[in-house]
């Protein structure tokens, strides 16, 4: 939900949202659900009323406090369609906090919608009973993210061809700093991409072990490593 929780209040669904209470959850007049936004925490609420016309919830009374996002930004390559709806969602439940589409030399896809990432983002929210959801950034060509980048945040840049190929001792010396995990497309990065990448002091390359993975199936296998080793797997 986009408006504000608070005891007492009745919101109007989305057409979206009164279908999947409707017709998907088969939810009647009277049942309770649990609602959350992304800042108020969780909250119990019951539908008032369901019908064409309309779909209103009144909100009941706190069941989670809010949860500080999380702090891992996900910087990727666009992918096609299919494939960047399963990383958004991979990703959300993985512990990213930021979707940070990034354009490289070899990247296929040059366009992303921010508005259906954020739509796979919470419905891996919602499924996943997470609080948060990740803010999505607007596409930008990697050197501009890169240009003004915190000087705190370890980047750990993710290449087959990594010098580095123990990822857990690579990783363990970045516990206790902000984290990023890089994922380039599917034809890979350009040497000078490479090169450029190596020599910039906040960034860690690895590898991710003896077999090429699909660019989706990497993502999901960095952010696990990061979370589990140096993130917040450990808390």
Not at 23 to 31: F, I, M, Q, S, T
Not at 183 to 190: L, N, R, V
Request: glycine residues 8%; charged residues 25%.
């Amino acid at each position: 939900m986009e408006g504000d929780l608070v005891p007492g209040r009745l919101i109007e669904a989305t057409r979206e949202q009164g279908n999947y209470l409707r017709n998907v959850l088969r939810l009647g007049v009277g049942a309770e659900a649990l609602l959350f936004n992304g800042r108020d925490g969780e909250w119990r609420a019951r539908l008032e009323r369901a019908d064409r016309k309309a779909c209103l919830i009144g909100v009941l009374e706190q069941t989670r406090p809010q949860t500080p996002a999380p702090d891992m930004h996900y910087l990727f390559a666009p992918l096609k369609k299919a494939r960047i709806d399963y990383m958004a969602q991979k990703a959300t439940e993985m512990g990213a906090g930021l979707l940070q589409p990034v354009l490289t030399r070899f990247t296929a896809a040059r366009r992303v919608k921010p508005e259906r990432l954020r739509a796979n983002a919470i419905e891996a929210a919602e499924q996943c009973h997470l609080l948060s959801v990740p803010e999505v950034a607007p596409l930008a060509k990697l050197e501009t993210v890169l240009e003004g980048w915190e000087a705190d945040r370890a980047l750990i840049y993710c290449d087959e061809a990594a010098p580095i190929t123990d990822p857990v001792a690579a990783l363990a010396p970045l516990k206790q700093r902000p984290l990023a995990v890089l994922i380039g497309p599917e034809g890979g990065f350009s040497d000078e991409e490479r090169a450029w990448l190596r020599g910039l002091d906040f960034v860690t390359p690895i590898s991710l072990g003896p077999r090429i993975m699909r660019a989706d199936t990497a993502a999901v296998a960095a952010l696990a490593l990061a979370g589990a080793i140096a993130g917040d797997w450990q808390e």
